[in-house]
């Protein structure tokens, strides 16, 4: 029986395509056979909302729940809901100082931050990650990721990859580019890889992606 492992993706302020990165990473750690539950904790309620405009006939393959309130509330309807479950994603709010997201970051082994390659965003990267390390400190078996999320194939973009790599937290090798295919399958209400030959190069990516975070999840 493999031991289930929890990753929380959270951010610090909203538009880092967090749970566009959830969606993907469940979509592709299913692929490969892992039974993954997704835990909505962001009020906004954008995973619920994604799943919500799946077709019947072809749902995301990971189940999918809200959940809030208090740590060990969490903690109960996580354990409530992930029999049989091999990954949980936990999909915070965009804000790492909200209780939910304290919650996720005192449950999980891996947090990934996404980071959109502009300015304000490593601004705030660069908080988030001084939060992150923090709790790492306090939870040594944390671990903390940096993602990056909706990169351009421009200049200013590549200039800021550049900065990310001297942050102090790993940055994946496994970049999610501003591909139309991602927000496709958040219309079709399931993952990159619903949509067939015509998101072959996003599928790539978030294979690549999955493949590296599960490098990251140590034993």
Same mark, same amino acid.
């Given at each position: 029986?493999?031991?289930?492992?929890?990753?929380?993706?959270?951010?610090? +302020?909203?538009?880092?395509?967090?749970?566009?990165?959830?969606? =993907?990473?469940?979509?592709?750690?299913?692929?490969r056979?892992?039974?993954?539950?997704i835990?909505?904790?962001? #009020? =906004? =309620? @954008?995973?619920l909302?994604?799943?919500?405009?799946?077709?019947?006939?072809? !749902?995301? $393959?990971?189940?999918?729940?809200?959940?809030?309130?208090?740590?060990?509330? /969490?903690?109960? =309807?996580?354990?409530?809901?992930?029999? *049989?479950?091999?990954?949980?994603?936990?999909?915070? $709010? $965009? @804000?790492?100082?909200?209780?939910h997201?304290?919650?996720?970051?005192?449950?999980?082994?891996?947090?990934?931050?996404?980071?959109?390659p502009? !300015?304000?965003?490593?601004? @705030?990267?660069?908080? *988030?990650?001084?939060?992150?390390? +923090?709790?790492?400190?306090?939870? #040594?078996?944390?671990?903390?990721?940096?993602? #990056?999320?909706?990169?351009?194939?421009?200049?200013?973009?590549?200039?800021?990859?550049?900065?990310?790599?001297?942050?102090?937290?790993?940055?994946?090798?496994? $970049?999610?580019?501003?591909?139309?295919?991602?927000p496709?399958?958040?219309?079709?209400?399931? @993952?990159?890889f619903?949509?067939?030959?015509?998101?072959?190069t996003?599928?790539?990516?978030?294979?690549r992606?999955?493949?590296?975070? /599960?490098?990251?999840?140590?034993?």
């Amino acid at each position: 029986m493999k031991k289930l492992r929890i990753i929380a993706l959270s951010s610090q +302020k909203g538009g880092s395509g967090k749970t566009t990165v959830a969606m =993907q990473l469940a979509a592709g750690l299913a692929e490969r056979g892992e039974d993954v539950l997704i835990i909505d904790l962001d #009020p =906004q =309620q @954008s995973a619920l909302h994604w799943t919500a405009a799946a077709a019947p006939e072809s !749902p995301l $393959p990971a189940r999918i729940i809200g959940a809030g309130g208090t740590r060990d509330q /969490i903690l109960r =309807q996580m354990a409530a809901a992930s029999r *049989g479950a091999t990954v949980v994603l936990l999909d915070c $709010p $965009p @804000s790492l100082d909200h209780t939910h997201t304290l919650a996720a970051l005192d449950m999980a082994r891996l947090v990934i931050i996404p980071v959109v390659p502009g !300015p304000t965003d490593l601004w @705030s990267a660069r908080s *988030g990650e001084q939060f992150v390390l +923090k709790r790492m400190e306090e939870r #040594p078996r944390l671990r903390g990721v940096l993602l #990056p999320n909706r990169v351009q194939r421009t200049a200013l973009a590549n200039e800021m990859l550049d900065q990310l790599r001297e942050f102090s937290l790993p940055v994946l090798d496994s $970049p999610l580019t501003q591909l139309n295919a991602y927000p496709l399958s958040a219309a079709a209400g399931n @993952s990159v890889f619903a949509l067939g030959n015509s998101a072959n190069t996003a599928q790539e990516e978030v294979r690549r992606m999955v493949s590296a975070v /599960i490098g990251h999840l140590g034993n």
